[in-house]
């Protein structure tokens, strides 16, 4: 399974963007996927994760309330809805996908087993 993400660019503080996770070489409707992000100079960090049958939603804190993801099986695409963007957003965001039991370990980048190139989302007026 490769991964891509796309709909990075840049936004200004406050602003909207939304990424998108599609698959190339196999399904991925019976993967759990993740969202995380590294900012320069920055440890990768969890922002949010869905199960596979698109339910479950979980969130880092510094984004909940203000990131919504979401999965759609018959498209094959999951996605992921960022409103109320702060500069500390910026970061090279990736979509990841596993197939384990949807538990704990989501919060853990061990978990999955595929991830996308990442794509840059840069906040900045």
């Known amino acids: 399974v490769q991964l891509q993400a796309s709909g990075g660019g840049m936004v200004q503080p406050g602003g909207s963007l939304r990424l998108s996770c599609g698959a190339s070489g196999r399904t991925f409707s019976a993967f759990n996927m993740g969202w995380w992000r590294q900012a320069p100079g920055k440890e990768r960090e969890f922002v949010a994760s869905?199960?596979?049958?698109?339910?479950?939603?979980s969130y880092g804190d510094s984004v909940k309330g203000r990131f919504t993801i979401s999965k759609d099986i018959a498209a094959d695409t999951a996605s992921l809805q960022m409103n109320s963007l702060k500069s500390e957003d910026t970061a090279v965001y990736y979509c990841a996908a596993a197939r384990g039991p949807y538990g704990t370990n989501r919060y853990t980048s061990n978990y999955y087993e595929y991830w996308g190139q990442g794509t840059l989302v840069t906040v900045s007026s």
């Open positions: 869905i199960s596979w049958r698109g339910t479950d939603p």
